[in-house]
T-cell receptor, first 112, second 114 residues
Framework: GENVEQHPSTLSVQEGDSAVIKCTYS??????FPWYKQELGKGPQLIID?????GEKKDQRIAVTLNKTAKHFSLHITETQPEDSAVYFC???????????FGGGTRLMVKP | DSGVTQTPKHLITATGQRVTLRCSPR?????VYWYQQSLDQGLQFLIQ???????AKGNILERFSAQQFPDLHSELNLSSLELGDSALYFC?????????????FGSGTRLTVV
């Protein structure tokens, strides 16, 4: 089955700096890669996703890149703000009707 | 509001007791997933239902069971509760049995076993 590794497990940045979270996956058939943000005491919320037919996707201050050859994808947050502090989860799935496989999560702390 | 409704939001119960957590999926979604999240841990998949049928099982204890009803709401039953069962329990839903369009999560039920 699919295995998703996520790094780092914790990340502390200064407000205004950029943050990068990286994930690797094992199943070369995976073609859908969402990212979820979980704020304290709340459920994970989808913030951005990418499919394997594109290499990069942007939405304001967040972007996701995908390298299918290396089987890794990354979340980039620019100009970080305190409200970006949360736990971020990456995930992967394929077209075979399989479920999402989640990474272990990254706790991002943005210091004012 | 994500459209996935979980009740209750908080639950405090004693060891050895039994509780039922309820989830109503987003309108139009046929698949329901249950996840357990212990303190500072990741999302541990428990079980999936699609259109009333069990579709996949994860690390779900024998003391736990679930079902999805004809109106598509789902219930997770936890029995003979232990202190270690204290956690956040999330329900998520999706339109298809897989993850082509991602999941929508509810806000969770925080279970505290004392």
């Amino acid at each position: 089955g699919e295995n998703v590794e996520q790094h780092p497990s914790t990340l502390s940045v200064q407000e205004g700096d950029s943050a990068v979270i990286k994930c690797t996956y094992s199943d070369s058939a995976s073609n859908y890669f969402p990212w979820y943000k979980q704020e304290l005491g709340k459920g994970p919320q989808l913030i951005i996703d990418i499919r394997s037919n594109v290499g990069e996707k942007k939405d304001q201050r967040i972007a996701v890149t995908l390298n299918k050859t290396a089987k890794h994808f990354s979340l980039h947050i620019t100009e970080t703000q305190p409200e970006d502090s949360a736990v971020y989860f990456c995930a992967a799935a394929n077209n075979a009707g399989n479920m999402l496989t989640f990474g272990g999560g990254t706790r991002l702390m943005v210091k004012p | 509001d994500s459209g996935v409704t979980q009740t209750p939001k908080h639950l405090i119960t004693a060891t050895g007791q039994r509780v039922t957590l309820r989830c109503s999926p987003r309108s139009g979604d046929l698949s329901v997933y249950w996840y357990q999240q212990s303190l500072d841990q990741g999302l541990q998949f428990l079980i999936q239902y699609y259109n009333g049928e069990e579709r996949a099982k994860g690390n779900i204890l024998e003391r736990f069971s679930a079902q999805q009803f004809p109106d598509l709401h789902s219930e997770l039953n936890l029995s003979s509760l232990e202190l270690g069962d204290s956690a956040l329990y999330f329900c998520a839903s999706s339109v298809d049995p897989g993850a082509r369009y991602g999941y929508t999560f509810g806000s969770g039920t925080r279970l505290t076993v004392v």
